[in-house]
T-cell receptor
């Protein structure tokens, strides 16, 4: 069974630029999550989708972050404009009754 | 609000020694509890989970964890550590949302970094 796929693996941008991350969940998983993991901390949930609908986006900084899952499969997370404090690893996960499974993450560096 | 405390930021053990990583949680109902492991530059790998039933849970790589409701704890154990176990370990708590199914929102602790000496 293929795992959660994410791209790119690494991204370096300058502040005020925009960036987008892509995630393809495990086949058949209806629930998809985006997390932000700052160095030295545990992951923090940004947004959760059930199919193509948003279940929880209470911790998403909506003035600069947006996410979509238009067809209920792939998802993109966008940051526009980026700030220095957005430097982190962005993890995508999907879940089934067996648990929540994570992709390898995208490491974002904002200069 | 749900929360997780991992009291130990960094633990060092010798290869072959036993290991226990501590996790305390706060949750208003019966929690779902998880342990994940993260190697440098990698995503999180699920080691084991507790949903209900037997409070001693077996996971992959020889790890186990015990849910103790009275102590709000879910400590991770391994009887004999291997050098390849060196990584960061995260405890997480979640619960069902009103929509049921597999919709659980996880809150993670800050992690415990495990170093294994030869």
């Amino acid at each position: 069974e293929a795992g959660v796929a994410q791209s790119p693996r690494y991204k370096i941008i300058e502040k005020r630029q925009s960036v987008a991350f892509w995630c393809n969940p495990i086949s058949g998983h209806a629930t998809l999550y985006w997390y932000q993991q700052i160095l030295g901390q545990g992951p923090k949930l940004l947004i959760q989708f059930q199919n193509n609908g948003v279940v929880d986006d209470s911790q998403l900084p909506k003035d600069r972050f947006s996410a979509e899952r238009l067809k209920g499969v792939d998802s993109t997370l966008k940051i526009q404009p980026a700030k220095l404090e957005d430097s982190a690893v962005y993890l995508c996960a999907s879940s089934s009754p067996k648990g929540q499974f994570f992709g390898p993450g995208t490491r974002l560096t904002v200069l | 609000a749900q929360s997780v405390t991992q009291p130990d930021i960094h633990i060092t053990v010798s290869e072959g020694a036993s290991l226990e990583l501590r996790c305390n949680y706060s949750y208003g109902a019966t929690p779902y509890l998880f342990w994940y492991v993260q190697s440098p530059g990698q995503g999180l790998q699920l080691l084991l989970k507790y949903f209900s039933g037997d409070t001693l849970v077996q996971g992959i790589k020889g790890f186990e964890a015990e849910f103790k409701r009275s102590q709000s704890s879910f400590n991770l154990r391994k009887p004999s550590v291997h050098w390849s176990d060196a990584a960061e370990y995260f405890c997480a708590v979640g619960g069902r949302l009103s929509s049921g199914g597999s919709n659980y929102k996880l809150t993670f602790g800050k992690g415990t970094l495990l170093t294994v000496n030869p």
